[in-house]
Nanobody, 123 residues
Framework: QVQLVESGGGLVQAGGSLRLSCAAS???????LGWFRQASGKEREFVAT????????YYADSVKGRFVISRDNGKNAVYLQMNSLKPEDTAVYYCAARRIMAGSVYADEYDYWGQGTQVTVSS
């Protein structure tokens, strides 16, 4: 089992930055980790993913060049640095873990989820 707890969300003005953290516990050493988001009234969408050793990352086109995913296996944590935030980035952000050591952009291919953290970007 893997437990995930997100933190770091909040209210920020457009153009600002936030850093989300996800603390993982349980058998996480070989998990692929990812971030997804869900805006009000919309489906959950992929944001970024990182393999277990941090050697491979992948981003949604909408955040490429603005967001950076990273992980610290020693701390069992994954991070999402979000820069140049836009109002359309407003959503609940979820951390997710996948047992398979390969990235995926599909939410239903992740096995564990955190409770989410709200990010609100004002214009």
């Amino acid at each position: 089992q893997v437990q995930l707890v997100e933190s770091g969300g909040g209210l920020v003005q457009a153009g600002g930055s936030l850093r989300l953290s996800c603390a993982a516990s349980g058998r996480t050493f070989s998990n692929t980790l990812g971030w997804f988001r869900q805006a009000s009234g919309k489906e959950r969408e992929f944001v970024a993913t990182i393999t277990w050793n941090g050697g491979s990352t992948y981003y949604a086109d909408s955040v490429k060049g603005r967001f950076v995913i990273s992980r610290d296996n020693g701390k069992n944590a994954v991070y999402l640095q979000m820069n140049s935030l836009k109002p359309e980035d407003t959503a609940v952000y979820y951390c997710a873990a996948r047992r398979i050591m390969a990235g995926s952009v599909y939410a239903d291919e992740y096995d564990y989820w955190g409770q989410g953290t709200q990010v609100t970007v004002s214009s």
